[in-house]
C-alpha cells in the first residue's frame, strides 16, 4: 500500500514530463494524460478501500524516520479526496480534448496544456498526502504555478489581465504561509503535522493565536472565504472553459482541506471557532448577493462557488464529528456540482458563442440535451431534495443544531436562506438562457444589462454544433453527481468515519507515530 | 534564543518595501515587491532557524547548524526563481498587448458598481507609469486599435444620448 501512496504524486508527475516529451504527438500526449488519472483513479480507490477496512497509512518517503524525514499520510478524507478529485480530473480533461479536436487547438495550445494539466493534478495529490507543512507549502506552489500558465493559455488580453489578478493574490497568500512556516518552526522546531500538535499546545497563547492566524489567512485566501475572496470572481472566469471548471471544482477545495488539517489537527483546540462561523456566515451571504447581481453565467457560478465555502466553513467551525462528516460530504458533492455546471456551461458558450445571460434565449428548442445537463445540477446545487446537495446541507443543519448554540441556529438560517437565493439566481439564468423564446432577448430591458451588453449584438441562439465528446464528459459528470445521491448512504457513512478520523489530533498522531511521540 | 539585530531590520525594511511595491498598479514594480518580499521571508527562515554553526555532516557533533531551514530557503528560491521567469513572461506579454504592464480595473465590476460610468472612460490612467512612458509603439497590430475602439464607443455613447434626449423632448411635447 506504501508503494501505491507514492505513486499517487508520482505517476501525474512522470507523466507531465512524459508529455512534454512528446510535445509535437498530441494524440500520444492524450494518451499519456487519460492513462495516467485513470491509473491514479484506480489507486485512489484502491487506498480508499485499504483505509477505510485497514486504517490510515503513513508513509515515510526515503525510508528518513517520521519527525525528520517528509511523510506522506493516507487517511480516509484524503483518499476520498484523491478519489474524487481524479475523477473530477479525468472528465474534465475528456472535455478539453474534445473541446481542442473541435476548435482545432486554439484554445488549448495542445503542446503545454497536457504537461501542466498533469502538474496541476500532482500538486493537488499531494497536497492531500502531504504530512508536513513544508511539503504541503511545496504542493500549493506546484499546483499554484500550473495554475498560473492555465488560467494565462493563450495569453489574450482579458485572460493577460484576469491571471494578473489571479497570481499577484496568490504569491501574496503563499508568502503569508512561507512566513508562517518560518514562524511556526521558530518556535517548536519541527514542521511535522503530527509532532506540531503536541509542541504547539506547549506553547503560549498569544503566540499560538499569531501562528494560528496567519495560516487561515493563507489558507483562506486559496479557499476564498468572504474578506479574501474578492480576486475570485475577476479571475476565474475568463480562462477557458475547462480550466475554470477543474479551478472550481479543486482549488478552493484544497484550500478548504488545509483549513481542515490546520483546525483538527495542527490546532485542535478551537480558539477561532466563533470567528470561523461568523465568517462562515459572511461567505455564504454576501457571495450569493453578489451571484444575483450577475448578467453572465460564468461569473454567476464564481459567486456561488464563493458562497457555497462557507457551508464548509460552517461544518468545520462547528468542531464535532458530525460537523466534520457534513464538511466532508458537502466538499465530495460541491466539488462534482460545481465542475458540472462549468462544464455545462463550456458547452452553452460553445453552442451560443456567449455565457452573456442577456444576450442567449431560446436554447431549449436548439439543444435540448444542453438544457436538461445544466438543470440537474442547478437543482442540485439549489438543495433541491432528492439530490445530494440537499442532504448534505441537512446533514450540516443536524450538526449545526445538535451544538445548539445561537450562532450555530443563525447560520442555519443563512444557509437556508443561501440555498434559495443560490436556486433564484441559477434558476433565473436557465429561464433567460433555455426557457425564453428567442424573439423575447430582442426587446428585453434587464435592470441589470450593462451598456456594454445593450449595443448592437444580435441574439444568439445557436452558432456551433458541440462535439459528442464534451457533451459525453458533461454527460459523465452529471452521472456521477446522480450517483452521489443514489449512494448517497454508504457516502455518508464513510464520511461520518472520516469525520470520526479527523475529529481531533489523536489518530492521525497515531498514524505517523504507531510507538507513541517521545 | 539570540537573533542577529541587523539580520532583523534587513527583513523588517524589505518586507516594508516589498509590500508598498506589491500595491503598485504596474506589474514591473509588483515583480520587484514579489522579489523583496520572497527575500525578506527567506531570511525570516534564517533568523529562526537557530544559531549559526558548521556545516551539517561535517562539523562537531554539538556545533553544526540546523540543515532544515536551509533546505527550506533554498526551495524558496528556486520557487521564486521560477515563479519570477513566469512573471517576467507575463510582463512581456501584457506590454505587447496592451502598450503597458499596469492593471486596469475589472470592467465588470465598474459596469455592476455603477451602470451610467462608461467603462472605456475609466481606462483613462495612462501609460506613463511604465518605464516604457508613452513613447512604446504596439508590437503587434491589435494593440493600435485601441483608441480607435475608443473613439468608436465614445462616438456610440454620444449617439446613445442624444436618441435618449429626443425620446425625452418626444415625450416632453406629449
Known amino acids: 500500500m506504501s508503494a501505491l501512496t507514492t505513486l499517487v504524486v508520482l505517476l501525474p508527475l512522470l507523466g507531465a514530463a512524459a508529455a512534454l516529451t512528446q510535445a509535437n504527438r498530441p494524440r500520444v500526449q492524450t494518451l499519456i494524460a487519460v492513462s495516467v488519472l485513470s491509473a491514479v483513479l484506480l489507486i485512489g480507490a484502491a487506498l480508499l478501500v485499504a483505509v477505510n477496512t485497514n486504517g490510515a497509512i503513513a508513509v515515510e518517503v526515503g525510508g528518513w524516520p517520521a519527525p525528520y524525514g517528509i511523510v506522506l499520510v493516507v487517511d480516509r478524507l484524503s483518499a476520498l479526496m484523491i478519489v474524487v478529485s481524479a475523477a473530477v480530473l479525468l472528465a474534465v480533461l475528456v472535455f478539453s480534448v474534445g473541446q481542442g479536436l473541435a476548435d482545432g487547438d486554439r484554445e488549448t495550445p495542445v503542446s503545454i496544456y497536457y504537461p501542466t494539466y498533469l502538474i496541476l493534478a500532482t500538486g493537488v495529490f499531494n497536497a492531500f498526502v502531504a504530512g508536513d507543512l513544508f511539503n504541503l507549502y511545496v504542493s500549493f506552489e506546484i499546483l499554484l504555478v500550473a495554475s498560473y500558465v492555465l488560467i494565462t493559455v493563450g495569453g489574450t488580453k482579458p485572460r493577460i489581465r484576469a491571471g494578473t489578478v489571479y497570481i499577484v493574490v496568490s504569491l501574496v497568500s503563499s508568502a503569508i504561509f512561507l512566513a508562517a512556516i518560518a514562524m511556526i518552526y521558530g518556535a517548536t522546531g519541527t514542521v511535522n503535522i503530527a509532532q506540531l500538535t503536541v509542541r504547539l499546545a506547549e506553547l503560549p497563547d498569544d503566540i499560538q493565536l499569531i501562528l494560528h492566524v496567519m495560516l487561515l489567512i493563507g489558507f483562506g485566501i486559496k479557499a476564498a472565504v468572504f474578506p479574501l475572496s474578492f480576486w475570485l470572481p475577476d479571475s476565474y472566469p475568463m480562462a477557458p472553459a475547462p480550466v475554470t471548471a477543474v479551478f472550481a471544482g479543486l482549488l478552493t477545495k484544497v484550500g478548504v482541506y488545509a483549513i481542515i488539517r490546520t483546525e483538527m489537527i495542527i490546532f485542535p483546540d478551537g480558539q477561532l471557532n466563533t470567528v470561523l462561523l461568523i465568517v462562515a456566515a459572511l461567505t455564504m451571504v454576501i457571495g450569493i448577493l453578489g451571484a444575483v447581481a450577475q448578467s453572465d453565467i460564468k461569473r454567476l457560478l464564481s459567486f456561488t462557488l464563493i458562497s457555497h465555502i462557507g457551508y464548509m466553513l460552517f461544518g468545520i467551525g462547528i468542531d464535532t464529528a458530525a460537523g466534520l462528516a457534513a464538511a466532508t460530504f458537502y466538499i465530495v458533492h460541491h466539488i462534482t456540482v460545481q465542475t458540472t455546471l462549468f462544464l455545462a456551461t463550456g458547452l452553452v458558450e460553445r ?49 449545526g443544531a445538535n451544538n445548539g448554540s445561537v450562532l450555530a441556529w443563525v447560520l442555519i438560517g443563512c444557509g437556508a436562506a443561501v440555498s434559495l437565493l443560490t436556486l433564484y439566481a441559477l434558476a433565473r439564468a436557465w429561464s433567460m438562457i433555455f426557457w425564453r423564446d428567442a424573439e423575447e432577448v430582442a426587446d428585453y430591458e434587464n435592470p441589470l444589462a450593462m451598456r456594454a451588453e445593450t449595443g448592437s449584438s444580435p441574439t444568439v441562439e445557436s452558432v456551433r454544433t458541440t462535439p459528442r465528446i464534451m457533451v459525453g464528459a458533461t454527460v459523465a459528470m452529471v452521472a456521477v ?24 489530533p489523536a489518530y492521525y498522531v497515531n498514524t505517523v507515530f504507531p510507538g507513541g511521540l517521545e | 534564543m539570540n537573533a542577529s539585530l541587523t ?38 527562515i534564517l533568523i529562526v532557524s537557530g544559531p549559526s554553526g558548521a556545516a551539517a555532516f561535517f562539523g562537531e557533533e554539538d556545533a553544526t547548524a540546523d540543515p532544515l531551514p536551509q533546505a527550506f530557503i533554498l526551495t524558496a528560491i528556486v520557487i521564486t526563481f521560477g515563479v519570477s521567469a513566469f512573471l517576467l513572461a507575463l510582463i512581456y506579454r501584457s506590454w505587447r498587448l496592451a502598450n503597458a504592464d499596469v492593471v486596469y480595473d475589472d470592467s465588470e465590476d465598474l459596469a455592476m458598481g455603477s451602470r451610467k460610468t462608461s467603462v472605456t472612460t475609466d481606462r483613462a490612467v495612462d501609460g506613463d507609469d511604465t518605464e516604457f512612458g508613452t513613447r512604446a509603439t504596439a508590437a503587434i497590430s491589435t494593440a493600435l486599435d485601441l483608441k480607435k475602439q475608443e473613439e468608436r464607443e465614445e462616438q456610440e455613447s454620444l449617439a446613445a444620448e442624444r436618441r435618449q434626449r429626443e425620446i425625452d423632448e418626444k415625450e416632453a411635447d406629449a
Open chain 1, 481 to 504: 453527481s446522480i450517483a452521489l445521491t443514489v449512494f448517497a448512504n454508504p457516502l455518508f457513512d464513510l464520511s461520518a468515519n472520516a469525520g470520526e478520523n479527523i475529529n481531533g
Open chain 1, 351 to 399: 453552442q451560443g458563442g456567449t455565457t452573456g445571460i442577456n444576450k442567449l434565449g431560446g436554447m431549449l428548442k436548439t439543444s435540448p440535451m444542453i438544457a436538461v445537463l445544466f438543470f440537474i445540477p442547478l437543482l442540485n446545487l439549489g438543495g433541491i431534495p432528492p439530490f445530494s446537495g440537499f442532504l448534505g446541507k441537512l446533514a450540516l443543519f443536524e450538526a
Open chain 2, 7 to 44: 539580520l532583523v531590520v534587513i527583513m523588517v525594511v524589505l518586507y516594508s518595501v516589498g509590500v508598498y511595491l506589491l500595491l503598485e498598479r504596474s506589474m514591473t514594480r509588483v515583480l520587484l515587491g514579489f522579489l523583496l518580499v520572497g527575500n525578506a521571508t527567506n531570511l525570516l
